[in-house]
């Protein structure tokens, strides 16, 4: 019915860059905050960086500076541009969607998750 399609998940060496995108699809009505959430070995899923409709953003502290979220509204996609990657950003990455749907049903929607690995 809904998906959240990501994709731009890949290898890199520490120092580069990737940008993460998804999309949602289907019979949806409106989305109001999109967001990146990681989850890496050993450790619980965390918040990377949030946006809501209008814009606002909220970023982990280890990403300050290097991570930048975006979205396109109109497309019903968020996008996460990431920048001097580090081993430590290692982790599944997971899309997610807080959205009404076309029938009026406040709905959580998460990806399947895009893996980033960054290692020499």
């Known amino acids: 019915q809904v998906q959240l399609v990501e994709s731009g998940g890949g290898l890199v060496q520490p120092g580069g860059s990737l940008r993460l995108a998804c999309a949602a699809s289907g019979r949806i009505f409106s989305i109001n905050a999109m967001g990146w959430y990681r989850q890496a070995p050993g450790k619980q899923r965390e918040s990377v960086a949030t946006?809501?409709?209008?814009?606002?953003?909220n970023y982990a502290d280890s990403v300050k500076g290097r991570f930048t979220i975006s979205r396109d509204n109109a497309k019903n996609a968020v996008y996460l541009q990431m920048n001097s990657l580090e081993p430590e950003d290692t982790a599944v990455y997971y899309c997610?969607?807080?959205?009404?749907?076309?029938?009026?049903?406040?709905?959580?929607?998460w990806g399947q998750g895009t893996q980033v690995t960054v290692s020499s």
């Open positions: 946006i809501t409709r209008g814009g606002m953003t």
């Open positions: 997610h969607a807080a959205a009404v749907t076309i029938i009026g049903r406040n709905t959580d929607y």
